[in-house]
């Protein structure tokens, strides 16, 4: 069993940056792979980011260039480094966990979710 707690979110403007924090309960984090999703009011929850065992990234179109995921084992955390912010980037973003191997990019992988942090972005 997994638990997942999110941090760092908030309010910012556009053109700012904020860096969400998941922390990972469990001995064997280093031994998932780990995503970001996020939920925009009314919309479908969307792909963020996500990083393998490996270190290998992979990245949602429209945050490749001003996102960057990292994760620290040591520590059970994986981080979402958000730059140059959008409007459109408001939404909850929530951290996910699932065993390494497959897509990253299907929400249906993960196994283990945490309860969401608020991001808000104003124009």
């Known amino acids: 069993q997994v638990q997942l707690v999110e941090s760092g979110g908030g309010l910012v403007q556009a053109g700012g940056s904020l860096r969400l924090s998941c922390a990972a309960s469990g001995r064997t984090f280093s031994s998932y792979a780990m995503g970001w999703f996020r939920q925009a009011p009314g919309k479908e929850q969307e792909f963020v980011a996500a990083i393998r065992r490996s270190g290998n990234t992979d990245y949602a179109d429209s945050v490749k260039g001003r996102f960057t995921i990292s994760r620290d084992n040591a520590k059970n955390t994986v981080y979402l480094q958000m730059n140059s912010l959008k409007p459109e980037d408001t939404a909850i973003y929530y951290c996910?966990?699932?065993?390494?191997?497959?897509?990253?990019?299907?929400?249906?992988?993960?196994?283990?979710w945490g309860q969401g942090t608020q991001v808000t972005v104003s124009s």
């Open positions: 996910a966990a699932r065993t390494d191997g497959g897509s990253t990019y299907s929400k249906l992988g993960y196994d283990y």
